[in-house]
């Protein structure tokens, strides 16, 4: 087979997408190709390729439709949540005065969960993850919609912030759960990072979120937020400072498939004052992640597993670094 230099542009995308092809004993080197492990294996490169070729595109139709489907749920979610109501005081001195206000609630004996979408996007995207949770025994779930003209990650942390203390003030809960899709888990990771978040929230659950920022879609950098996300912005850099102490647990879904996440491994949270287990789902894409029931289930194990104990070690996305590896997830 002979292998000439066009083929050299193509070599590090089969290096990451077919790591481990073992190699032939006894095939020669060819003479000026870079050494790269597993290149050896011309042959088994037809049956990964088409593997590979059926997953990515069950992922696609995947993606359409749930696409298609969200686009028809969208406009049922544009309007915030309807929430408790204060009291009005009367205008009128003849008018009846009104009750007392309502004792405050004991404490659910497991916190309520608070949802976070992603970028242009609204609360409707958590359906299916709603009614998942609600039939598994979670009472409190709130969604909380940001406008999509917000050009500021810090500004949306601080609506976070202030939901959260008014969801813990009506029901008497110390604690809530976050789980935040794609911006939505970045602009919960600042609140629990940078704002004081993390003595209110116990467990954040981010799916698809680009922890050390993406380079997709260049030309979308005309929106403030957009440029929060990149590598380097003055946000992500932030959320790499010390946190020590930080009382927040932090899992972190990502998938193989996410064409949103430039790396991949982006959406891997990896900071050593954070107690984190990222978890790899295999198959499915970006807009799947908050809708796919495999997904839902592992949120809900990630939330009804026990708070670790302080001090327990940090899991790193590759799972090389100290803690336990991260966990795995195949769906498709």
């Known amino acids: 087979m002979k292998v000439t230099t066009a083929a050299l542009p193509l070599l590090p995308l089969f290096q990451r997408l077919l790591p481990d092809l073992p190699g032939i004993p006894g095939l020669p080197a060819i003479p ?150 794609s911006l939505g888990g970045l602009i919960a990771r600042y609140y629990v990072q940078r704002l004081g978040g993390d003595r209110r929230v116990r467990t954040l659950v981010t799916l698809g979120t680009p922890h050390a920022g993406t380079k997709v879609v260049p030309l979308a950098n005309a929106h403030p937020i957009v440029r929060q996300m990149r590598p380097g912005s003055p946000v992500i850099e932030e959320l790499t400072r010390p946190a020590p102490g930080c009382r927040t647990r932090f899992v972190s879904f990502w998938s193989d498939l996410d064409h949103v996440m430039d790396p991949l491994e982006t959406a891997c949270l990896d900071h050593p004052d954070l107690t984190v287990e990222n978890v790899r789902v295999s198959g499915i894409g970006h807009l799947a992640l908050p809708v796919h029931p495999a997904v839902a289930t592992g949120i809900r194990q990630a939330l009804d597993t026990a708070e670790p104990e302080t001090g327990t070690e940090t899991a790193t996305g590759t799972g090389t670094g100290p803690g336990k590896p991260a966990g795995g997830l195949t769906v498709a």
């Not at 190709?33 to 294996?41: A, E, Y």
């Not at 500021?152 to 789980?179: F, K, Q, W």
């Open 32 to 181: 000026g190709l870079p050494s790269i492990p597993g290149l050896s294996d011309v042959a088994a490169l037809p049956g990964r390729l088409t593997g590979l070729s059926l997953t990515l595109l069950k992922a696609s139709a995947l993606e359409a439709a749930i696409l298609a489907g969200h686009l028809l749920l969208y406009p049922s979610g544009i309007i915030q949540e309807r929430r408790p109501s204060q009291a009005v005081r009367p205008t009128d001195a003849h008018a009846p005065q009104p009750s007392p206000p309502a004792p405050r609630l004991p404490a659910p004996a497991s916190p309520p969960v608070v949802l976070l979408h992603g970028f242009i996007d609204n609360r409707s995207v958590f359906l299916l993850l709603r009614r998942s949770l609600a039939q598994h025994g979670r009472r409190e779930i709130e969604s909380l919609n940001y406008s999509p003209l917000t050009c500021d990650i810090r500004t949306a942390a601080e609506l976070l912030d202030r939901h959260v203390e008014e969801i813990c003030e009506r029901t008497g809960s110390e604690r809530v759960d976050v789980v935040g899709h």
